[in-house]
C-alpha cells in the first residue's frame, strides 16, 4: 500500500486498537464504531476523516486478532498498514509512551476507540478464559478417569468476573472488590485481563473514590514497610498529568515546609508526564534518591525531610509497569500514587490535575484515613499557584469537609501567568530552584511560599495561609531552607553508605 507503514500496534491518540475479525462475511464488533469484513477491514467513522486498516485474510478461521508488538502472532497478524496522512510525529514523551506512529483524533474519537479498544479485548479475554477453563477441565476429568490427581492447579488471580460486569455497564465496585481486583493483578493475572479490566475501568467511569480506596488498601499492603516515627509526617504531591512542564514547586515547598520545622515524607517517582518528576529535580540538586526505609527514616529524623522513591518501596508495581507502558493511555494506576505513601501521612497538600478529581480523592482520601489534607487545584495544576483562585476541599480526622477557594491577591502576592512558571529538565529545573534558595523573588518564588504555607497550614505549624506563607518567605529570604537542602544532601549520602545494600 502506497504512502503507507506498516506497524504490529496501531495506536490511537495514545490508546491501542484491537480487532476482532468476521468469519465469512459476518460482522462480530459490538459497538457501532467498529465494523468488520470477511477481508477483516476495521473502520472506524468520523465526522470529518476515516481511518482505515487493513488486515489481510489468512485463510484461518480464528475467531479474532489480537494486534500487538511484542506478542503478535505473524501466522494471523501479518501487518496493520496506517497511512502516512494521520500520523503523527513522535512527541518524545516520557509516561513510556509517545514516539513514531501516534494518530491524530478528536476527544469524541477518541473515546469511541476507547470503548472498541476495551470491549474488544475484553471479548478477547473471555474467549481465551473459557478456553482455558475448558482445556483444565478436560484435563482433569481425563485424569479423574485414570485414576491419577491433576498436579497443577488453576490460577485463582483471574479478574474476569469483574470484566464481565464491567461489560455489562456497571460502575459500582466495593472497596472490598477494588482491593482483590488488585491483588490479582499483583499476582500475575493474566495481562489481557488487566488491560481489559483497566480499559472498562475507564470507559465505564468506575474510578471512582471507593475504587481509589481500595486499590490504595491493597498496594499499601504490599508495600514496603516504613518505619514507626516519633512525630507525625506530612507530603506533598500532586497527582501529575497537568501538563504545564512547570518547576517542582511541591519539591520545593517540601524543603521549605521542612526548614520550618515540618516532617516531610514526600513519596514520589522520576517524570512520567512533564520533563522532570521530583525524583529527577532532587537527584540534580545532590540529593541521594535511592534509599532504604531506615536511611529515608534517619533523613527525617536528622534533618526533617525524606524521600521515599515509588518503584523501591512498591516493586509489586513492577509486575504490571511493561503493561502500563505498552497501553500508553492513563489507567486509574496514574492518580494512585498520591494514596499510597508507606510513610502513611497524616498530613496532605494533595493536588489533582482535574477538577473532576477534587471530591473523588476527597472522598478517597476521608475512607483511607487523615488527619487533616487539603485536596487542591489551580487552574489545570496539580498544586497552588499565584496564576488565579485554587479550588481547595479540606478533609478531616472525623471524615468531614470544607470546600473553599484560596486568592493570591488576597496574601498579598501579585497574580503571574502560567508561562512564568514553566521550567525545562532536571538541570534546568534544579538550577531554578537554588537561586529561589538564595533569595531571589519572582513568581516561582511566590509558588513556593504559597505551597509551604498551605503545607504549613495543613500540618497546624501555622494558624492561617497568610502566616503559613510569611513564615514560608522568610525561610527563603533568611536561607534556611538552603541550609535545610544542603543538611539533607549529608544525611542522605550518609544514609546510603551506612544502609544501602
Known amino acids: 500500500m502506497a504512502g503507507c507503514h506498516s506497524v504490529g500496534f496501531l495506536q490511537l491518540a495514545r490508546l491501542p486498537l484491537v480487532a476482532q475479525e468476521s468469519v465469512g462475511g459476518r460482522q462480530l464488533g459490538t459497538t457501532p464504531t467498529t465494523r468488520c469484513t470477511a477481508r477483516r477491514i476495521v473502520r472506524v467513522a468520523r465526522a470529518d476523516a476515516a481511518a482505515v486498516v487493513s488486515v489481510p485474510a489468512t485463510g484461518r478461521s480464528a475467531s479474532h486478532t489480537y494486534v500487538d508488538t511484542e506478542r503478535a502472532h505473524a501466522s494471523l497478524v501479518p501487518s496493520v498498514a496506517v497511512p502516512d496522512a494521520i500520523r503523527e510525529p513522535s512527541s518524545g514523551t516520557t509516561n513510556g509512551g509517545g514516539g513514531d506512529g501516534m494518530l491524530l483524533a478528536s476527544p469524541a474519537f477518541m473515546a469511541a476507540a476507547l470503548a472498541a479498544a476495551a470491549a474488544t479485548t475484553a471479548a478477547i479475554t473471555v474467549s481465551r478464559i473459557r478456553g482455558r477453563r475448558q482445556r483444565a477441565s478436560g484435563t482433569a476429568s481425563a485424569a479423574r478417569r485414570s485414576g491419577h490427581s491433576s498436579t497443577t492447579a488453576p490460577s485463582d488471580a483471574t479478574l474476569l468476573p469483574f470484566i464481565e460486569r464491567l461489560l455489562r455497564g456497571e460502575r459500582e465496585f466495593t472497596e472490598d472488590e477494588a482491593a482483590h481486583a488488585t491483588e490479582c493483578m499483583l499476582d500475575g493475572a493474566d495481562e489481557v485481563q488487566t488491560a481489559a479490566f483497566l480499559a472498562l475501568l475507564r470507559r465505564n467511569g468506575a474510578e471512582s473514590a471507593a475504587v481509589l480506596a481500595g486499590m490504595a488498601t491493597t498496594l499499601l499492603r504490599y508495600a514496603q514497610p516504613f518505619p514507626a516515627l516519633d512525630t507525625p509526617t506530612l507530603d506533598l504531591v500532586g497527582t501529575g498529568g497537568d501538563g504545564a512542564n512547570t518547576v517542582n514547586l511541591s519539591t520545593a515547598a517540601a524543603i521549605v515546609a521542612a526548614s520550618c520545622g515540618a516532617r516531610v515524607a514526600k513519596h514520589g517517582n522520576r517524570s512520567a508526564s512533564s520533563l522532570c518528576g ?224
Not at 325 to 335: G, K
Not at 365 to 377: A, N, Q
Open 278 to 501: 521530583s525524583a529527577d529535580v532532587l537527584e540534580a540538586l545532590g540529593v541521594r534518591i535511592d534509599l532504604s526505609p531506615e536511611g529515608v527514616a534517619e533523613c527525617v529524623r536528622q534533618c526533617g525531610i525524606g524521600f521515599l522513591m515509588a518503584p523501591r518501596f512498591h516493586p509489586a508495581l513492577a509486575t504490571v509497569a511493561p503493561l502500563r507502558r505498552r497501553l500508553r493511555f492513563r489507567t486509574v494506576f496514574n492518580v494512585l500514587g498520591p494514596l499510597i505513601n508507606p510513610a502513611r501521612s497524616a498530613y496532605q497538600l494533595l493536588g489533582v490535575a482535574s477538577p473532576h478529581l477534587l471530591e473523588v480523592m476527597a472522598d478517597a482520601v476521608s475512607r483511607l484515613g487523615t488527619t487533616r489534607t487539603w485536596v487542591v487545584h489551580c487552574g489545570g495544576l496539580d498544586e497552588l499557584a499565584p496564576i488565579g483562585p485554587a479550588e481547595v476541599i479540606e478533609v478531616k480526622a472525623d471524615g468531614s469537609q470544607r470546600r473553599f477557594r484560596v486568592h493570591p491577591e488576597e496574601l498579598g502576592m501579585p497574580l503571574c501567568e502560567l508561562e512564568d512558571l514553566v521550567g525545562g529538565d532536571a538541570a534546568a529545573n534544579a538550577a531554578t530552584i537554588q537561586e529561589c534558595f538564595h533569595g531571589r523573588p519572582g513568581p516561582v518564588s511566590n509558588a513556593i511560599i504559597v505551597n509551604a504555607g498551605a503545607a504549613l497550614t495543613v500540618s497546624g505549624l501555622a494558624p492561617t495561609l497568610s502566616d503559613g506563607c510569611a513564615r514560608a518567605a522568610h525561610a527563603l529570604l533568611s536561607g534556611e531552607a538552603l541550609r535545610t537542602l544542603e543538611q539533607w544532601r549529608t544525611c542522605a549520602r550518609q544514609a546510603t553508605a551506612t544502609t544501602i545494600r
